[in-house]
């Protein structure tokens, strides 16, 4: 069983370490966007980078990587928590094996595993984040509010159904989001931050 476990946990991060942005921009655009932009791996710098129909295959190829490893538990007969699994996506998809160790910062990735744990929590967290976008124009400031929105979701959702397991995740994924955006803090203190424009 233990040995079940690390096979799980290690495909787990191997399809969360798939650069999905590495992959599109060379492919598609003869682009490295770790070479552009803000150099991150993720969707937001993709939008940025190639555009928003990349960005949008970006964000997709993410999420799904995020809500595939839930169900390899199921997949292979095992007992071990499908979000367990979800936890080493996101590690893979913060430090992929592929890309010298350089990802993204986990938003959509973790969304990803709420999507296939929790539809209604994904989805609250997608109108949040929307309005956060709308109100704010900062992409990294909507995926702080949401991902302290998950926390206080997950908690009151605790209280009522006694899953710890999820407040637990939940509060280290947004520990992973938050930490993972302080450069992106410290630049709307100081107001060179980016904005959207198409929102």
């Known amino acids: 069983m233990l040995m079940q476990y690390v096979f799980i946990l290690l495909v787990a991060y191997l399809i969360g370490s798939i650069p999905s942005g590495l992959i599109v921009g060379k492919v598609f655009y003869g682009i490295d966007i770790r070479e552009h932009g803000s150099g991150n791996l993720g969707a937001t710098n993709s939008f940025r980078t190639l555009g928003k129909k990349a960005g949008s295959v970006v964000i997709l190829a993410d999420i799904l990587k995020g ?8 997949m292979f007969g095992s007992e071990l928590h499908p979000l367990i699994p979800g936890i080493f996506a996101v590690i893979g998809h ?6 010298s160790f350089r990802g993204g910062k986990a938003v959509a990735t973790s969304g990803g595993i709420l999507l296939g744990y929790d539809p209604i929590l994904f989805i609250s967290l997608v109108v949040v984040f929307l309005i956060g976008l709308k109100l704010s124009k900062y992409v990294s400031l909507s995926s702080i509010i949401v991902a302290i929105f ?3 979701y997950s908690l009151i959702n605790m209280l009522f159904t006694k899953d710890y397991l999820l407040f637990f995740v939940v509060a280290l994924l947004a520990a992973f989001v938050i930490i ?8 709307i203190r100081d107001k060179t931050e980016p904005k959207v424009n198409w929102l």
């Open 180 to 187: 993972r955006h302080r450069t992106n803090i410290k630049r």
């Open 67 to 74: 809500t595939v490893t839930i169900f390899l538990p199921m």
């Open 150 to 152: 998950a926390i206080i």
């Open 94 to 99: 913060m430090f992929p094996i592929f890309a």
